[in-house]
């Protein structure tokens, strides 16, 4: 046996040993629930043994991660998870705990008093490799990623991110273990580790606060349903399995999504003068009393005089309470005027008056009543709004609530009315926010109004940064967040994901897109260069099927990027194609071959990625470079272009007439007003609808209010 295959023998010795004692603290957890007599307490020992064998670890992950050796020569086995022998002395120690510190820190000028640091290459708990970095009487730096860490970066991706707690690197390692209390920018170019670091640190501070920060209270909000399903199974893996981690849309009350928003109705429902609009309008829901009201209690009526029931609607109005509370308020007032009358009425005797003078208000009932009404609209914008954005705001109200369709961009709404009405959400003392460069102001104001303590991890990169709120600079972003501790920006420098021969394909994009931003070093060469293939029209979705096909019949897992005006045909020609593929818009990720929009793919990584029609993408929004930065950048090895015009535009053009006529298309600035309405009104009309209804809303919007 060669000395290598000496020393993997050794180790997995101690390995087998160290998984004996794990395995054996499982078991001691599985037989919990058969000791329970009652079955609730059966039931709740066994949710505990399922904690517990959660902490544990994976019974198909290895026992530990890699090991230190100190100049002393006494060796540290590092995992994911604590692991003790007979004597209760640690076989392997959490790389959370203070004594791992070093397999991340030690470097060649600092060592750290670690001799030599190795890590373990696995299939389950079978050692397959390792790597050895000796540091002892190595005097230089040595720059660039360790082989361990290529190796890994170069594994095929599926559709869920793992953990990286064996690579982990220096500067990241300084994120994850950062202090609590502040508001942590994380941003870094794509790839640069953003997102699983923001994840890890999650992990090390419930590790390292354990006293006071329970996983409970943690939220971790992701940007879309897809982006949230693929991060979610890193925390578990890591033993976290109680953390909260939801896409934006489920801070709001649930309602049915699928209303369409014209972007300026997306700007100005992002827009922080909402919160005046709507509590103005809240307060116009309260009624004003008769100047006598007339009340019956016990068969008889009695009146209150009209001025004394208004003192008291006043008095309520004043009150620092949410709606509801202010409204049982108000009924206490009522029964308290009967009261002084010498009358005992029960407090349902003053429920007719109080629902007209206070009416009982849900937030999906407030804000269809407010948007699908032109004056309660005109009443609550004031002074603060232009006419033109207020008819913006304007849509018919469904008959019913429950028929009401909603946008994405209504539930920031749908939350401040939430809290309007019934006061605050639940609140976390940790909230981490992923992909944060593109919310709204009111939808920083959601994730706020959740924070208990002001400690926020925020995860984001501006060169990235589009939609209706697209940023330049952190500092919009931050005069929405909690200011109660102070914020810190720190900046990811190395490129993980992206093959530095198509991060330099892409770069040009970033220089013209995003200027101040900095822009990552790709640490590592990808197995080819980016493929550019010229198309006509007529045979472009056709090649991009037979592509993505090629690749996934080697086993890569595949993404297939492009806008909405070309979905439908490529969708046709991998049906025509016999192939199965996930829709990334559905919420579902996970097929050899994946479709998805440049928007919903921002935060995803795939091992082949193919870019339909770059044009396309750089008219999808007004910061179209940077979306197709974000396209082209999703890769962690091949790349292929497919294009009828420019395969690389470096200017937003103008949308062509085809663009135009695409629902949510932005509109000329030229196209204003009213007259941008009408447009927009008539663009979204389909044949079959009722013309006489588009031609009556057409009037309605030409009719300028005063
Ligand atoms: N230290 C590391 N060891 C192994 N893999 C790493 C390391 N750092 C980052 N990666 C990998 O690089 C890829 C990109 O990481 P991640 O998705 O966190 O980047 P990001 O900065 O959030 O990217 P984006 O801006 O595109 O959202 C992931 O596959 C991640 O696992």
């Not at 197709?628 to 015009?645: E, N």
Request: hydrophobic share 45%; with cysteine.
């Amino acid at each position: 046996m060669d000395p290598k295959s000496a020393e993997i023998a050794r180790e997995q010795e101690y390995f087998d040993r160290a998984e004996k004692h794990r395995e054996q603290k499982r078991q001691g957890g599985s037989l919990a629930g058969q000791a329970g007599v009652h079955p609730a307490a059966a039931a709740a020992l066994i949710r505990e043994a399922r904690q517990r064998a959660e902490q544990v670890g994976g019974a198909d992950d290895a026992v530990a991660i890699g090991r230190i050796d100190d100049q002393e020569g006494a060796a540290l086995y590092i995992g994911k998870h604590l692991i003790l022998d007979e004597e209760s002395e640690p076989l392997v120690i959490s790389w959370k705990a203070p004594a791992a510190e070093p397999y991340y820190l030690a470097s060649h000028a600092d060592a750290r008093n670690v001799a030599r640091k190795r890590t373990f290459a696995c299939s389950g708990n079978h050692i397959d490799d390792f790597t050895d970095v000796i540091f002892a009487s190595i005097a230089a730096a040595v720059a660039g990623p360790d082989s361990e860490l290529l190796r890994d970066l170069n594994r095929g991706r599926t559709g869920s991110l793992r953990d990286i707690v064996a690579t982990i690197q220096a500067a990241q390692f300084e994120l994850i273990r950062a202090p609590l209390e502040q508001v942590l920018v994380i941003e870094g170019g794509p790839g640069t580790g953003k997102t699983v670091i923001a994840l890890h640190r999650v992990s090390w501070l419930l590790y390292q606060h354990r006293e006071r920060l329970q996983a409970r209270e943690v939220l971790v909000v992701g940007p879309n349903p897809t982006f949230a399903r693929y991060i979610t199974s890193v925390l578990p893996s890591l033993g976290d399995t109680e953390v909260a981690q939801v896409d934006i849309t489920k801070l709001a009350p649930e309602v049915a999504l699928g209303w369409r928003d014209e972007p300026d109705a997306v700007r100005l429902k992002g827009d922080p003068r909402m919160v005046g609009l709507l509590a103005r309008a809240l307060d116009g829901r309260v009624g004003v009393p008769e100047p006598a009201e007339r009340l019956l209690v016990d068969g008889r009526f009695v009146t209150l005089p009209g001025p004394e029931v208004e003192a008291a609607v006043t008095a309520a109005r004043r009150l620092d309470m949410p709606y509801t509370q202010r409204r049982l308020a108000l009924r206490d007032s009522l029964v308290q005027m009967l009261a002084d009358r010498g009358l005992a009425a029960p407090a349902g005797v003053v429920e007719n008056l109080l629902s007209r003078l206070w009416p009982v208000m849900t937030p999906g009932a407030f804000l269809r009543d407010l948007l699908g009404s032109k004056e309660r609209l005109f009443a609550a914008g004031g002074a603060e709004f232009t006419t033109e954005e207020l008819l913006s705001l304007r849509r018919r109200a469904a008959d019913r609530l429950s028929e009401q369709v909603w946008s994405r961009h209504d539930l920031p709404l749908l939350d401040e009315a939430e809290q309007l009405i019934n006061g605050s959400p639940q609140r976390y003392a940790h909230i981490v926010v992923d992909e944060v460069q593109d919310l709204s102001p009111m939808q920083l104001r959601s994730i706020a109004r959740r924070s208990s303590t002001g400690s926020l991890t925020i995860v984001g990169d501006l060169s990235q940064s589009t939609g209706a709120w697209a940023r330049d600079s952190w500092a919009e972003v931050a005069e929405h967040l909690p200011a109660k501790l102070e914020h810190h920006v720190v900046n990811l420098r190395y490129g993980y994901r992206v093959p530095k021969q198509i991060f330099d394909h892409a770069a040009p994009l970033h220089r013209v897109a995003a200027p101040e931003a900095v822009a990552p070093e790709a640490v590592r060469e990808g197995p080819q260069g980016p493929r550019i293939h010229r198309a006509e029209e007529a045979d472009r979705a056709g090649r991009v099927a037979t592509m993505a096909a090629v690749h996934a019949a080697e086993g890569r897992f595949v993404g297939i990027i492009c806008a909405a005006p070309q979905r439908g045909e490529v969708e046709e020609a991998l049906a025509a194609n016999g192939s199965s593929w996930s829709s990334a818009d559905r919420g579902e990720l996970g097929r050899a071959i994946n479709l998805v929009s440049p928007q919903e793919a921002k935060g995803l990584e795939f091992d082949a990625v193919i870019v339909v029609e770059p044009e396309a993408i750089v008219a999808s929004d007004p910061r179209g470079l940077r979306l197709l930065y974000v396209a082209l950048t999703r890769t962690t090895g091949y790349l292929d272009v497919i294009a009828v015009g420019d395969p690389l535009p470096l200017k937003a053009s103008e949308p062509s007439r085809k663009a135009l006529a695409m629902p949510g298309a932005p509109l000329p600035s030229s196209v204003a007003g009213p007259a941008a309405q009408v447009a927009i009104l008539v663009r979204n009309s389909t044949a079959n609808e009722r013309w006489a209804e588009v031609l009556r809303e057409a009037a309605r919007l030409l009719e300028r209010p005063e």
